[in-house]
Structures are given as C-alpha cells and as structure tokens.
T-cell receptor, first 115, second 112 residues
Framework: EAGVVQSPRYKIIEKKQPVAFWCNPI?????LYWYRQNLGQGPELLIRYENEEAVDDSQLPKDRFSAERLKGVDSTLKIQPAELGDSAVYLC?????????????FGPGTRLTVT | KQEVTQIPAALSVPEGENLVLNCSFTDSAIYNLQWFRQDPGKGLTSLLL?????REQTSGRLNASLDKSSGRSTLYIAASQPGDSATYLC???????????FGAGTTVTVRA
C-alpha cells in the first residue's frame, strides 16, 4: 500500500516569492492534515480537512497561507508571499478514525528554505 | 493548553545499552499518548500508542509506559542497535479531540 506522497521534497525560494506544496493521501483516508515542523521542534497543526471541508484552520496564518483539497483527495498548501520565518518542514498526514483514536500517517515532508 | 516536554534533547549510547526516553505533559486529560520515530529527511512513523486506560504497550524491543496522574510517559528500547538512531517524539491526544500535542523530540545516536 502506498503511503502519503508529498512533492516537492525540497524547495529553496527567495523571500516574497510564492510557493506551493502538494500532498496525495493514502487511498480511502477522508482526513488530511497539514503540519509545520520548525527545526528542533515537534510538528504543529496548520489545517485539518474532512473530505473537502476544512474543519479546523484556526492555526493557519490566513494572511499569507492558503490550502485547498479539491474533490476530497489531493491537497495543496500555498504560501504567498513567503517570509524568512517560513523556513521549516511541511508535513502532510492522512488518516481515519478508529473509535476515539485518530490514526495519522505522515508523509516525508517538504523542506522549505526561504533566503 | 497542553505542553509536552521531552528530556533529554539528545542522547548517545554504545550499542547494546538500554535506552530510556522521557516525556511529560501538563494536562492529564488525555485520551492517548503516542510515540513516533522520525528519521532524517523523513516523516513520522508511529511506534506505540497507549490509551488512557492502559498502563503500557509493548512491541518487540520497545516498551512504553503511561502514568496519567503524574503526567509522564517513558519509552524503553532494549539492547539498542545502530539502526535505532533517530529522533523519537511523543504526542498526547486530547480527550474527545483529534489534536496531537507533540514534544520536541529526543535525538538518539547508538554508536557501533
């Protein structure tokens, strides 16, 4: 079974430029998460989707970040314009609910460097 | 807000030694506690999940314990191997919620 796929794996851009990350979740998973992981820290949730609906985007900096999940499968996270502080690893996870346990399977992440 | 702390931040041991990784959390109203492994340049892989009603979980050389009352979880790795070198993160799931609060992780190096 294929895992969560993310692309690109690495991205280097200059500040003020736009950037987009793509995620393909595990087949059949209705829930999709985007996390940001700063160096030396644990992941922090940016947004969670249930099918195509963003059910929790409270931690997404909406002035510059946007996300979409058309047709409830693939998702794209965009930053425009990027700032130096956006340098981080952006992780996508997908999962399902098993009782009260929300299983999450993580992709390899996209490492963003803003110069 | 749930705060999750992992100490130490880094650990280096010779091969064969047992590893003890600590995780503490401030809010005991958790539904479960998970331990993840993260290899450089890769995502997180779930190792063990302990539900709040459980005291421990075991998988091969890994054993994780949970003490909700003291806000602590410990991951034990027996007879460490160089392949165990990675960053280990713990995450607490809030009761009746999906959100995971992660610690910053402990980076383990097992020397051959």
């Amino acid at each position: 079974e294929a895992g969560v796929v993310q692309s690109p794996r690495y991205k280097i851009i200059e500040k003020k430029q736009p950037v987009a990350f793509w995620c393909n979740p595990i087949s059949g998973h209705n829930t999709l998460y985007w996390y940001r992981q700063n160096l030396g820290q644990g992941p922090e949730l940016l947004i969670r989707y249930e099918n195509e609906e963003a059910v929790d985007d409270s931690q997404l900096p909406k002035d510059r970040f946007s996300a979409e999940r058309l047709k409830g499968v693939d998702s794209t996270l965009k930053i425009q314009p990027a700032e130096l502080g956006d340098s981080a690893v952006y992780l996508c996870a997908s999962g399902d609910r098993r009782g009260l346990i929300y299983e999450q399977y993580f992709g390899p992440g996209t490492r963003l460097t803003v110069t | 807000k749930q705060e999750v702390t992992q100490i130490p931040a880094a650990l280096s041991v010779p091969e064969g030694e047992n590893l003890v990784l600590n995780c503490s959390f401030t809010d005991s109203a958790i539904y479960n506690l998970q331990w993840f492994r993260q290899d450089p340049g890769k995502g997180l892989t779930s190792l063990l999940l302990i539900q709040s009603s459980q005291r421990e979980q075991t998988s091969g050389r890994l054993n994780a314990s949970l003490d909700k009352s003291s806000g602590r979880s410990t991951l034990y790795i027996a007879a460490s191997q160089p392949g165990d070198s990675a960053t280990y993160l713990c995450a607490a799931q809030r009761s009746n919620d999906y959100k995971l609060s992660f610690g910053a992780g402990t980076t383990v190096t097992v020397r051959a």
